[in-house]
């Protein structure tokens, strides 16, 4: 099982940042998928998810409006589109998937069966 996520990188506020992360070893086809992110001296939180089998989806309220998470299940593959990014957004996100269905609780780190490496983001004031 791997979760590999890519697409993290430098911008201005403002800016735009597409997040991508692909799955193997497994099938999408159930539970959800989705990103965490961890600014430096915080606690990890779930930041938005998506179910694979019917597409229902959760954002934290601090994107709401912001950012858009969809999925591939024929590429086994999840994409959060970051726009209107803000310094505040600058953190570690992590790519993660649970056997539970996407819902608001996918914000507790407590409930993730697998992580990916971490991919930066960095939001320039």
């Known amino acids: 099982v791997q979760l590999q996520a890519s697409g993290g990188g430098l911008v201005q506020t403002g800016g735009s940042l597409r997040l991508s992360c692909t799955a193997s070893?497994?099938?999408?086809?159930?539970?959800?998928i989705g990103w965490f992110r961890q600014a430096p001296g915080k606690e990890r939180e779930g930041v938005s998810c998506i179910s694979p089998r019917d597409g229902s989806t959760y954002y934290d309220e601090s994107v709401k409006g912001r950012f858009t998470i969809s999925r591939d299940n024929a590429k086994n593959t999840a994409v959060l589109q970051m726009n209107s990014l803000k310094p505040e957004d600058t953190a570690v996100y992590y790519c993660a998937t649970r056997d539970l269905g996407c819902s608001s609780s996918y914000y507790w780190a407590s409930t993730i069966r697998d992580w990916g490496q971490g991919t930066l983001v960095t939001v320039s004031s």
């Open positions: 070893g497994f099938t999408l086809d159930y539970g959800a």
